[in-house]
């Protein structure tokens, strides 16, 4: 089976721009959770999306939004780009059995750069 | 959630067991703790999560003390392709929250 696949792989963007990023989720799965990792730093968390509604949002700034489709893909669209949202960028889905317990498998990442 | 520390980087021996301690002095009776692994630039790879009971799979063991302040992760038989970012990570609700992990090199 296909794991969680993330498109496209690196992208450069300059300040003030916008950007769409996409994820796929692993089949059966209907949950994507969005992250954050800039270097030298562990993941943070941006978003949750399940069955099309947002679960759970991160502490990041209204610049940074996204969505999940009917087929449960997601894109994550952040505008005005500025230096310090060059980071990877990474999906998880998940198949969630119960609200406490979900193990999140991460797709490769996209990798921003900002100039 | 509960916060976690870990070391911030440890060495081990090519073969020998990799134990990799985590606290979670807050965790809260409903919390999992999950351990995923990084290797450079690459998404986080899922190990093994646990609630109260020690738990086993094809990569790894995890000990969690019987006050559930603590957890170590054990890799019984280390090697090179072993040497990443180890995450311990206590979760409860839809976050996960990574902290700066472990840096774990094998030592040939």
């Known amino acids: 089976d296909a794991g969680v696949t993330q498109s496209p792989t690196h992208l450069i963007k300059t300040r003030g721009q916008h950007v769409t990023l996409r994820c796929s989720p692993i089949?059966?799965?209907?949950?994507v959770s969005w992250y954050q990792q800039v270097l030298g730093q562990g993941p943070q968390f941006i978003f949750q999306y399940y069955e099309k509604e947002e679960r759970g949002r991160g502490n990041f700034p209204d610049r940074f939004s996204a969505r999940q489709f009917p087929n449960y893909s997601s894109e994550l669209n952040v505008n005005a780009l500025l230096l310090g949202d060059s980071a990877l960028y990474l999906c998880?889905?998940?198949?969630?059995?119960?609200?406490?317990?979900?193990?999140?498998?991460f797709g490769p990442g996209t990798r921003l750069l900002v100039l | 959630d509960a916060k976690t520390t870990q070391p911030t980087s440890m060495d081990c021996a090519e073969g020998r067991a990799a134990n990799l301690p985590c606290n979670h002095s807050t965790i809260s009776g409903n919390e999992y703790v999950y351990w995923y692994r990084q290797i450079h630039s690459q998404g986080p790879q899922y190990i093994i999560h646990g609630l109260k009971n020690n738990e086993t799979n094809e990569m790894a063991s995890l000990i969690i003390t019987e006050d559930r302040k603590s957890s170590t992760l054990i890799l019984p038989h280390a090697t090179l392709r072993d040497t990443a970012v180890y995450y311990c990570i206590a979760r409860t609700g839809n976050q996960f929250y990574f902290g700066t992990g472990t840096s774990l090199t094998v030592i040939p």
């Open positions: 998880a889905s998940s198949f969630p059995r119960t609200v406490l317990q979900e193990t999140q498998y």
């Open positions: 089949s059966g799965h209907k949950s």
